[in-house]
T-cell receptor, first 111, second 116 residues
Framework: QKEVEQDPGPLSVPEGAIVSLNCTYSNSAFQYFMWYRQYSRKGPELLMYTYSSGNKEDGRFTAQVDKSSKYISLFIRDSQPSDSATYLCAMRDSSASKIIFGSGTRLSIRP | SAVISQKPSRDICQRGTSLTIQCQVDSQVTMMFWYRQQPGQSLTLIATANQGSEATYESGFVIDKFPISRPNLTFSTLTVSNMSPEDSSIYLC?????????????FGPGTRLTVL
């Protein structure tokens, strides 16, 4: 079993829709949860991160962590064609510098 | 933030040869990481490279296959040695800017390697 599981997609939605991206994990020691966005032929870039459980909002993006279920989500409101990319969840425990990445979900926003 | 460049951006190599990938950062950084990203797979950490010390390799990766140099705080190289088609992948370097910034890694654009 992988430490972090993520549906690879692809996921295609119309412009303006709300997008929900999810990951599950098995290591209860994870404390930091991140979402990276990767455009084609580019390196990943950090979108946002949260510590422990709860929600965090940044503009059209909301990250949600449910540690009891070992489940994290990223919601994108009013999705735009420019949001089309691969989204990778990532996480680490507080004692380590190493980040464990999900395999990424490929998202396409149709104009 | 940090701006990272990698050379080459892509290469096609023959089985049994070696390729050295360069990673240049526009500022001094303490920690640099080398990752491999295969199609449909997650980013897999190969090793952590700190200036002035030997690189630390993850399980499944060895120095003889992936030697790393870190001569200063802005530069590192990763060599993929004695290549086989299974080494075909995208190789990325990344950095963190400080010990309190582990969550935010800045990535280079990657080197796309194809081994025939």
């Amino acid at each position: 079993q992988k430490e972090v599981e993520q549906d690879p997609g692809p996921l295609s939605v119309p412009e303006g829709a709300i997008v929900s991206l999810n990951c599950t994990y098995s290591n209860s020691a994870f404390q930091y949860f991140m979402w990276y966005r990767q455009y084609s032929r580019k390196g990943p870039e950090l979108l946002m991160y949260t510590y422990s459980s709860g929600n965090k909002e940044d503009g059209r993006f909301t990250a949600q962590v449910d540690k009891s279920s070992k489940y994290i989500s990223l919601f994108i409101r009013d999705s735009q064609p420019s949001d089309s990319a691969t989204y990778l969840c990532a996480m680490r425990d507080s004692s380590a510098s190493k980040i464990i990445f999900g395999s990424g979900t490929r998202l396409s926003i149709r104009p | 933030s940090a701006v990272i460049s990698q050379k080459p951006s892509r290469d096609i190599c023959q089985r049994g040869t070696s390729l050295t990938i360069q990673c240049q950062v526009d500022s001094q950084v303490t920690m640099m990481f080398w990752y491999r990203q295969q199609p449909g797979q997650s980013l897999t950490l190969i090793a952590t490279a700190n200036q002035g010390s030997e690189a630390t390799y993850e399980s499944g990766f060895v120095i003889d296959k992936f030697p790393i140099s870190r001569p200063n705080l802005t530069f590192s190289t990763l060599t993929v040695s004695n290549m086989s088609p299974e080494d075909s992948s995208i190789y990325l370097c990344s950095v963190v800017s400080g010990v309190y910034s582990y969550n935010e890694q800045f990535f280079g654009p990657g080197t796309r390697l194809t081994v025939l």
